[in-house]
């Protein structure tokens, strides 16, 4: 009887200490937060930065164009503050929209688009991660003191 008992105690006291390993190698955190691999997109506002992710519908909306074996067109662009760039993969290799300052980064496999409102004056420099070495930059010039 004394051993069952001690036994049960054992395997308990084991399973209590080993529920921790495996809670965090399902990615739980303590106080039930579940951690999740992060994706290539922004988040959800950028209130501080001068960025909204999605556009409006009454902000006006600039395409640029990101094209295989040429970059992006056009590659640099001036608009006014409230302007939603909108960058589209045209081709058949898939590029990025990566913000300099890390602010946002996208991918974009061919056909897919990806759009930013920029609410702030600045100068916001990006580039396609994969082809940054063959020219793949561009700027986007918010307001008019640049």
Same mark, same amino acid.
């Given at each position: ?31 039930? !937060? ?10 959800? %506002?950028?209130? #501080?930065? +001068?960025?909204?992710? =999605? ?29 939603? !760039? ?10 990025? %929209?990566?913000? #300099?300052? +890390?602010?946002?980064? =996208? ?29 793949? !930059? ?9």
């Amino acid at each position: 009887m004394k051993r069952s008992v001690l036994f049960a105690l054992l395997a308990g006291a084991f399973a209590v200490l080993a529920a921790p390993q495996v809670s965090w190698a399902r990615g739980w955190r303590p106080g039930g !937060v579940v951690s999740a691999p992060a994706y290539n997109s922004p988040p959800p %506002v950028y209130p #501080r930065m +001068g960025y909204l992710p =999605a556009p409006s519908s009454q902000a006006p909306v600039v395409v640029v164009n990101a094209i295989d074996k040429v970059g992006f067109r056009p590659k640099t662009i001036a608009v006014a503050p409230g302007t939603t !760039v909108r960058w589209v993969s045209r081709g058949q290799h898939t590029h990025t %929209v990566t913000s #300099r300052d +890390g602010l946002f980064d =996208a991918n974009l496999p061919p056909g897919a688009t990806f759009s930013v409102t920029f609410l702030r004056p600045g100068v916001y420099h990006y580039f396609c991660r994969p082809h940054e070495r063959m020219g793949m !930059v561009g700027t986007v010039i918010v307001g008019s003191g640049y």
